[in-house]
């Protein structure tokens, strides 16, 4: 059974951080590239943060380089990540998204968890 389970978010205050995690099961977690994407209400789906399957290489939206850290542990199945300086504009729900082409296409996505920034 392929699961996909995000924690961690919660409320925040304007400029404070966040960890989130998502720890997955029920398929080979070190072949597939694991990501952060985020909604709001009203738009469209963006991506977070992307991190290749050995961590060897991240990527990041314009607007969260520098304040947010993805990082991955292979051994525990588990990605993360850690949001600093946080803003409202960074409210949405968060969720993990897992991808590989190895053996063809195949992608999971979690259930998100919610993210509020708001003092």
């Known amino acids: 059974q392929v699961q996909v389970v995000e924690s961690g978010g919660g409320l925040v205050q304007p400029g404070g951080s966040l960890r989130l995690s998502c720890a997955a099961s029920?398929?080979?977690?070190?072949?597939?590239?694991m990501s952060w994407y985020r909604q709001a209400p009203g738009k469209e789906r963006e991506l977070v943060a992307a991190?290749?399957?050995?961590?060897?290489?991240?990527n990041y939206a314009d607007s969260m380089k520098g304040r947010f850290t993805i990082s991955r542990d292979n051994a525990k199945n588990t990605v993360y990540l850690q949001m600093n300086s946080l803003t409202p504009e960074d409210t949405a729900v968060y969720y993990c998204h897992a991808l590989t082409l190895v053996g063809g296409w195949s992608d999971y996505w979690g259930q998100g968890t919610q993210v509020t920034v708001s003092s």
């Open positions: 029920g398929f080979t977690f070190s072949l597939y590239a």
């Open positions: 991190i290749t399957l050995a961590g060897g290489s991240t």
